[in-house]
């Protein structure tokens, strides 16, 4: 059974989408729709910007959107999923592609989201960190026990896969909760160089903001359940779907879950949508008996 699935921040790299919109006319259409809407030419960045320019969050998560969405819709009749996930920011792709949103509103919302969390993360310093190979359950013990005390809070944000799984807060419980997961075990405690606690109670200014967006457009039934990253199952219920979505940029990304669910329910076959292949090696770890593959 065909599983669809797109990746999240993280995966740009300049040059991304280019030999789409020059292969292809409906790509190069809605390419040109994207600029318009965004009002800028995203694409001047994504296809020969630089890293920096790429790099920043309101440039970051329209282009993975648009690279995302824009390979899925121009596969045609390849295009016929069964169901769909998408990491984080991919959750909007996943909800385009599957034609819960629309094109327009699925790329206003992602620019929304990317503002409003922009705006979140300069308000209040803070970060993640990527924890490797301790079981989720005594990250989850420490990183309690840390927000106990008076460092800040520091929560589980990202279940990617066994052995790996990020964490997020303020920049002071982030240090404290790294030594004492190095103690514990971890193999890594690594620092990502990001702005902001993303996936966090920290974010709860950026959701506020997101929320009044996400109210005022319509959601359809997609064509195949969306397995959403707030609680790993699948939806297919437009006011589900929405108040997933909105409860989202304060819930943790529970990929590893949605993934194990996906191929519960029959998935054995995942075609990663967009720029990367990050996706592709969380499923492998996850599960190696299923395929997992970019499109083509």
């Known amino acids: ?9 993280g995966a740009q790299f300049v040059g991304m989408g280019k030999d789409l919109y020059d292969n292809n006319p409906l790509a190069k259409e809605l390419f ?24 920043q969050t309101k440039v970051t998560q329209p282009a993975v959107f648009l690279h995302s969405v824009i390979s899925a819709l121009c596969m045609g009749d390849a295009f016929e999923p069964k169901m769909v996930a998408g990491h984080s920011l991919g959750e909007f792709s996943a909800l385009t592609a599957a ?7 699925g790329l206003k919302l992602v620019y929304a989201r990317a503002m409003a969390m922009q705006k979140a993360c300069e308000a209040q310093p803070s970060t993640m960190a990527a924890i490797i190979a301790l079981p989720f359950e005594k990250i989850e013990e420490i990183c309690s026990e840390v927000s106990k005390q008076d460092k800040g809070v ?10 790996q799984l990020v964490i997020s807060g303020n920049i002071e419980a982030i240090d404290e909760a790294c030594a004492q997961l190095k103690a514990a075990g971890a193999k890594r405690a690594l620092p990502l160089k990001v702005g902001g606690a993303f996936h966090s109670p920290l974010m709860q200014p950026a959701k506020d903001e997101l929320q009044a967006a996400i109210e005022k ?30 409860a989202q940029l304060t ?7 949605s ?4 191929i519960a329910d029959g998935a054995d076959d995942f075609t990663e949508c967009g720029p990367g292949k990050a996706l592709q090696g ?5 599960n190696n008996e299923v395929a997992a593959h970019g499109i083509g």
């Open 99 to 105: 034609g819960a949103l629309s094109f327009e509103d």
């Open 32 to 55: 040109e729709k994207a600029n318009d809407i965004l009002g800028y030419r995203i694409t001047d960045i994504m296809f020969e910007g630089t890293d920096e320019e790429l790099k």
């Open 217 to 246: 457009i319509e959601i359809k039934a997609p064509m195949c359940p969306v397995y959403q990253n707030v609680d790993g199952k699948p939806h297919t219920d437009p006011s589900e779907i929405k108040a997933n979505l909105i």
């Open 251 to 257: 819930s943790s990304v529970r990929w590893a879950q």
């Open 1 to 9: 059974m065909k599983a669809f699935v797109f990746p999240g921040q």
């Open 154 to 163: 520091v929560v589980p944000a990202n279940y990617n896969c066994p052995g």
């Open 282 to 286: 969380m499923i492998a770890k996850i």
């Open 259 to 262: 993934v194990e669910n996906m």
